[in-house]
C-alpha cells in the first residue's frame, strides 16, 4: 500500500503525541530514569512589586497626549474629553467626566489622576453672543435658549445677574451655567 508524504507526516505526529502523553508520564514517576538533564530547582522570587507613580493631570489645560498618559485613555476618550471641554468652555468639576458617555471606561476609577482649576474656565458674554453659540452649550436646551433670548429682548442687556434675578431659567439650570457665563 502507497502512504504519501503528507499521511506520513500524520503517523509520525501521532507517535509522537502518544508518547508523550502516555510514555514520558510513567518514565517521569520512576526515579532510576531521568529524562530533563537540568536538575529542577526552587527559585527565590526576585520580583519586586513598584508603586506606580500617581500622575495628577489638570483636565482644564491638559492636551490629548497627556490624556493619552492616563491608563484606559486612549484617544478616542481624549478626543470626547476634549471636544467636552471645548463645548462647556472648561471644567469646574472632576465629577463633570461623568457626563461623558464612556462605553468601556469606568471613569469613576480614574477621578483622582485628574484636578481642575477653575481660574482657567472661559467666560462667555451671554450679551454678545448669538443665539446658535448658546444653543451649542451641553447645559442649555433649545426652550431654555428661547427663555434668554425672550429676556434680552425684555431687558435690553442680559447677563447671568439678570437671569438670576428676573428667575429667567429654573434654579437648578442657572446653578449649572454659573461658572461659565457673566
Known amino acids: 500500500m502507497f502512504i504519501r508524504k503528507s499521511e506520513k507526516k500524520g503517523i509520525i505526529t501521532l507517535g509522537i503525541l502518544t508518547m508523550a502523553l502516555f510514555v514520558l508520564p510513567q518514565t517521569i514517576h520512576k526515579s532510576e530514569c531521568p529524562i530533563f538533564l537540568i536538575p529542577y530547582s526552587r527559585l527565590s522570587d526576585t520580583t519586586q512589586s513598584v508603586p506606580l507613580k500617581h500622575l495628577v493631570i489638570e483636565l482644564n489645560s491638559a492636551d490629548s497626549t497627556t490624556l493619552i498618559g492616563v491608563r484606559g485613555i486612549g484617544p478616542y476618550y ?9 463645548q462647556l468652555g472648561g471644567f469646574h468639576s472632576t465629577r463633570q467626566l461623568g457626563e461623558i458617555r464612556f462605553q468601556y471606561l469606568n471613569i469613576d476609577s480614574l477621578l ?3 484636578s481642575v482649576n477653575p481660574a482657567l474656565i472661559r467666560k462667555k458674554e451671554l450679551d454678545t453672543m448669538s443665539f446658535k453659540s448658546v444653543l451649542h452649550h451641553p447645559y442649555l436646551e433649545y426652550e431654555d435658549v428661547q427663555l434668554i433670548f ?3 429682548r425684555k431687558f435690553g442687556k442680559i447677563n447671568y ?8 431659567l429654573p434654579p437648578f439650570k442657572l446653578k449649572k451655567i454659573k461658572p461659565y457665563f457673566k
Request: charged residues 35%.
Open 161 to 168: 445677574s439678570i437671569l438670576e434675578s428676573q428667575k429667567v
Open 112 to 114: 483622582p489622576c485628574f
Open 150 to 152: 425672550n429676556a434680552k
Open 78 to 86: 481624549a478626543k470626547k474629553i476634549l471636544r467636552y471641554r471645548e
